[in-house]
RNA sequence: GCGCCCGUAGCUCAGAUGGAUAGAGCAUUAGCCUCCGGAGCUAAGGGUCGGGGGUUCGAAUCCCUCCGGGCGCGCCA
């Protein structure tokens, strides 16, 4: 409700002003500090001031005396030295919230632009850990804000399952365990221990025994090899671990309500030929050349910004200075960065090629994640979506990878796709890390330069860090505990049930509070923590208000059908809306609240505009803590006046939806007792 | 060396496009259950916004510089 009016505000003062004083400046708002100075403020008077060289103060009283009615606005006031204060009808403000609620949602329509999120990108070799959920929940966010905002999004999780990391654990397994593919699948199937944790382990066993003596680098070097060939023993271990290992990151995303549309597989990518595609590309259109002299000689090359001509002009660019990226190295292999360019040009539907897809895994909610297969069927017709072709691409990457991702968009630009290069767009979030206190309770080994350091890193390859089941596990153990202390009476699968919503809330919002430049120093006290500016908060105001309905429909069940009329918008047992209510000196207190429920949708913008999900979070805490304000200065139950009660009960349902639409877009639920 | 990010209360963090008296949570202290659920509420203490310059009517925010920390810059992925 907020950002129409703000928007309207901001028209109408730019418009006036050009038309009165001839200029044309950029008209910004904010909030006033309090509430007394009304609801949108302007210093754009100031800025008139230096132009006209004429008082602000002067200006505003002239503006505010000559500007005309806008809609939803009761009145303008001057402040300060020469601040326009908007004052808001309140009544209208109040009415229009309640109808919008609940339907801010924009509709998607199959033909408005596509934009693509990829996110989570595991490497299948081990378990997840905490640092892989901030990616997952961040990304998975970041899908429920666009999909509000009626951009139809298509989900795609990347999956590297022919890289280093795989063939390290392959090793593992031959060296180390000198097990067959058989006994391999035999492990997995029993799940005890967890096919994952086992990896985990075996991993960072690997790590070390490859650093003990550096002639065992070339047995890795043929099992990847082996496994990039697609043929044989080692590459069918490779597809079975790696594919197993993948069913337990998509189980562990699914107690987070993480879905996947698209499991991208960088063994398809290879298998398809995307890169050849690519390279042609590339070289028709001089985006990248042969290297025929100095320390790159042999390798195709892609120029980067304006060092681009150099190439050979003495060794003077001196050590560690790239004054090009190479894409295809002298061995005749491809990079990295060659492959993603590859995959960002069939992402845009820029590459002649598609891969072909098998369905993958059903999510709890009946929602289909399709795999690239090899032997799949091809995309966009007899029921398998058609996948790709995005006009917009977000990838959700932490923060080290900016620069490999800039080479990807200087590739697009090189080829010239500026428009596809400029709807690229980055989501870099820092890594999260451990206290050096939960290192150490984790039993690793903390350098004394560690310990004091706030944070240290967590690494797969070191076996180092918090798995995201074991936190996720220990979460809902806690919450269980506290669910126990004070409902006896639930049942079992009720008390499971709500210690999961809590431990899902806890988690997520404790990874979606921070701004994503934060780097998180992991604590399992903060985690743990249901109390404060936490998920369980937001949670528990929710329940707070429907026990208010669940107490009257004891009462009386007609308060059923009153709740969800009013959760509506409609008059139930008054037709008056009492303004008087809200616009009393003493109603500033409701107003407040009901400004605050009426700005969802203002948050919600400002958090797709700066990719930031945090903004959400922020907001449904503030509106959870002051509805509990609310909640326990006004009795509703127990109110006498019922023209009051009748308010307060409508300002509660209003509350009430737009919580659980913030929590909705944070994929945290709102259980109806906890 | 070059580039990017960060430095705000004891701790962990918010402060979009420069705006009015810099805010939360945790921790500490003192209160609040004949009353809709205390996972809550009220109050108190706690700040050279890393230091110093500058731009501006106005700077935590922009510019310069210094200090402290992190991350990139590979024929790894």
Known sequence: MYQPIEKRVREALTEHIRAKYGESVNVVTERPPKIEMGEIASPVCFELAKRLKRAPRQIAQEIAASLGKIEGVERIEIAGGGYLNVFLERGAFFRAACEGAGREAVAVTANSPKAIVEHTAINPNKAAHIGHLRNA???????????????????????????????????????????????????????????????????????????????????????????????????EMAEFVSTEILRTHLRTMDRLGIDYDLLSRESEVLAMKFW??????????????????????????????????????????????????????????????????????????????????????????????????????????????????????????????????????????????????????????????????????????????????????????????????????????????????????????????????IAMGALRYFLLKYTRSTIIAFDFKDALSFEGETGPYVQYAVVRARSIWKKLAEANPGWEAAKAAMAKGVEVFHTAVPEQLLTAPEGNGFWELVLLAGSLGSQVDASVAAQEPAFVAKYAFQLAQQFNMFYHKHHIISEQDPVKQNFLLRLTALVETQLVSALKLLGIEAPEKM
């Open 137 to 235: 929940v961040i990304g998975d966010t970041f899908v429920r804000l666009l999909r509000h905002a009626g951009r139809r999004v298509e989900v795609q999780n990347y999956i590297d399952n022919t890289g280093v990391q795989v063939a390290d654990v392959i090793l593992g397994f031959r060296e180390r365990d000198k097990l067959s593919l058989e006994q391999v699948r035999a492990l997995a199937a029993k799940q005890q221990p967890r096919f994952d944790y086992y990896c985990w382990d075996l991993y960072a066993w690997v790590t070390l025994w490859l650093a003990e003596d550096k002639a065992r680098l070339e047995l890795r070097g043929q099992v990847m090899k082996e496994i990039e060939e697609g043929r044989g023993a080692v590459a």
């Open 276 to 501: 050849d595609a690519a390279f042609r590309m590339l070289k028709e259109r001089g985006a990248v050349r042969l290297a025929t002299s100095g320390k790159q000689a042999g390798c195709w090359i892609m120029p980067l910004g304006d060092a681009g001509d150099a190439e050979g002009d003495a060794g003077m660019a001196g050590e560690g200075v790239a004054e090009a990226k190479i894409i295809v190295r002298s061995n005749g292999t491809v990079t990295y960065v060659g492959k993603d360019i590859a995959y960002h040009l069939w992402k845009f539907g820029l590459l002649e090629r598609d891969f072909r897809y098998a369905k993958f895994h059903e999510h709890p909610d009946g929602h289909i994640a399709w795999a690239t297969a090899l032997e799949g069927r091809s995309g966009g017709s007899d029921g398998v979506p058609a996948f790709g072709n995005a006009q917009e691409v977000f990838n959700v990457i932490d923060s080290r990878q900016k620069y490999p991702q800039q080479v990807v968009r200087e590739g697009l630009r090189a080829l010239g796709f500026e428009e596809q290069a400029n709807h690229l767009t980055h989501i870099a979030y820092d890594v999260v890390g451990l206290t050096p206190r939960c290192a150490v309770e984790l039993g690793y080994t903390v350098t004394d330069e560690d310990a004091k350091r706030p944070y240290v890193e967590m690494s797969g390859r070191k076996g180092q860090g918090v798995k995201a089941d074991d936190l996720l596990d220990e979460m809902e153990k806690h919450a269980l505990a506290e669910v126990d202390a004070r409902h006896r009476d639930f049942s079992d699968a009720e008390r499971t049930s709500v210690a999961h919503a």
